[in-house]
């Protein structure tokens, strides 16, 4: 693999809207530098339930264990979390796992994300781990035959507040047996594209649920991920007084747009490519200079449909 470390570095500290540099707030790091021992012991148990979408569609099981566990001598906790379902009747799933510290600081993690499409199948793999004072980061992605690998290196001096698929569960969890959610939890994370990007947690509006044969009270976090590709994705999460999860609700339209890109991902080389060429032209009247860009395409299609009424 090429090493492209201090590009990707570089890249990936700031945000690519105004450049500004992504930062984990001060509630958020407090937050991490508080959790107790004590308080992660009863975060150590298993946990499963349906997926569902806002909608209310089976999305597929979810399951995640924590444990308390030792790495290169190193006593940590060690997350396991696995998703399988279907989107639009397309098989997909997710499986991660996690080596954390006490304060939830990523000492290792495997993450694998697959989509099984008729004729064009996704499948991504990233793994991560501290090393000398760097998180080194290796991604392999293969969309049906062709296959891509990255990899990319951040100093663990900009990665202050990091929260990745792992360790984000077990600090929902954390959050839940605490009943409560400081204001301002902006922490940082990464996108697919390996860009440092922000993250937020929030309280949501205390609810009722059925949960077998009672009503119960259930404790709400809402985690939005401000990703550059594919725009915020909201995940809304209920838990039980005990920790456990009630419910697990993600954006129903957000993940049915993600599946329609990672099934046509010449959309986004166009939209690059016309962008690019819009920055470079910088054209007075850009409605007029888009038709014109995009008029060869329309050559390409087939003829559609005449609207004109059939003759008597």
Known sequence: ????????????????DLGEEWKASHEALAFMSDIEPAELLKCTFPDSLVTVSEGGRDLGRFTVTVEVARRVQQPCMLLHAQSQGAINDSPCGTTVTAYLTTDLEVLEEDYHEYVKLEGHSLDR???MVQRDG?????????VGEETTTESVSHPMSVLSGL?????SLLLMRLIALRKTVPEH???????????????????????Q???????????????????????????QCYFLADGHMASRVQE????????YLRQHPEIRALMSDFLQFLLLRKP???????????????????????LEAPPH
């Not at 693999?1 to 690519?16: F, K, P």
């Not at 760097?134 to 293969?142: A, G, P």
């Not at 129903?252 to 599946?259: R, T, V």
Request: aromatic share 8%.
């Open 1 to 16: 693999m090429e090493d492209d470390g201090s590009t990707g570095a570089e890249a990936g500290i700031r945000g690519l």
């Open 125 to 127: 793999r990233c793994h």
């Open 134 to 142: 760097q998180m080194l980061i290796d991604k392999v992605t293969t």
């Open 163 to 167: 929260v990745t698929e792992g360790s």
């Open 185 to 207: 939890m902006t922490f940082i994370s990464l996108d697919q594209g390996l860009r440092i990007i922000r993250t937020t947690f929030s309280e949501l509006a205390p609810k």
């Open 209 to 235: 649920m059925e949960v077998g044969d009672e009503t119960v009270e259930v404790f709400g976090v809402e985690r939005i991920v401000y990703s550059v590709e594919d725009g915020p994705t909201t995940w």
């Open 252 to 259: 129903e339209l957000k993940a049915d747009n993600a599946l």
């Open 284 to 306: 007075e009247d850009v409605f007029q200079f888009a038709r014109e860009y995009f008029l060869p395409f329309a050559s390409r299609r087939p003829p559609a449909p005449s």
